[in-house]
């Protein structure tokens, strides 16, 4: 039955092999604060492609004459503009990568920014409203809900949650330590094989049998 269930497996995920996206995608979220914001614009190329452009003032103490540029446009697949709620970004930019990955290929999600950006709270949340879950939870449920909508199928899920910081890994549910500090948490390291293939050593690795044993 195993092996039944293998090869029909694989031979779904080559029928869908033409609809999965696995190019490198970009997207640029803004964050909604209170403070005074520099001034930008959010704009659509006739190709469709999105454009947030920063503007910055030329300086009066540079004189009246200088050619400093004041507009800098960057291009992105998808800007998120202040207003956009957690749940359009999960739509946008997790969705696919966890259906992928639901059909037998890795996929990564990455939050890039300075401190204070919103990384935390695009990809954890907040805590004080259910809408205002991050991507982690939401990808979560996404998965459990498939598992339930496919009985058919066994599925084992695995949770594991490090934090790099200053170049080290550091495991954050490592069971046999309670560390007041991260830099007292066991270290994970790094380390690749003879066949090229990528092992964190030293980061311990837990089974999530529903949705709520992975959220704790």
Request: aromatic share 12%; hydrophobic share 30%.
């Amino acid at each position: 039955m195993l092996k039944e269930f293998t090869i029909n497996y694989f031979n779904s995920i080559k029928q869908q092999n033409m609809h999965l996206h696995q190019t490198i995608r970009i997207f640029c979220r803004i964050k909604p604060t209170n403070a005074k914001t520099g001034l930008y614009e959010v704009t659509l190329t006739r190709q469709n492609a999105p454009h947030v452009t920063f503007y910055i003032p030329r300086s009066e103490s540079d004189g009246l004459v200088n050619n400093r540029r004041e507009a800098y446009p960057f291009k992105f697949n998808k800007v998120f503009d202040q207003q956009t709620s957690q749940d359009e970004v999960f739509e946008r930019v997790a969705k696919e990568v966890i259906d992928n990955v639901l059909a037998g290929y890795n996929g990564t999600i990455f939050a890039y920014g300075q401190t204070g950006s919103g990384k935390t709270f695009t990809i954890t949340g907040g805590a004080e409203r259910y809408a205002d879950r991050g991507i982690i939870p939401r990808s979560l449920s996404y998965v459990f809900l498939h598992q339930e909508n496919h009985p058919e199928n066994v599925y084992t899920t695995q949770v594991s949650y490090m934090e790099i910081y200053n170049g080290h890994g550091y495991d954050l549910l490592d069971p046999k330590h309670e560390a007041s500090k991260l830099e007292d948490l066991p270290k994970v390291f790094l380390q690749e094989d003879s066949e090229r293939n990528i092992h964190l050593r030293n980061l311990s690795i837990h089974t999530a049998n529903n949705e709520e044993e992975a959220l704790n």
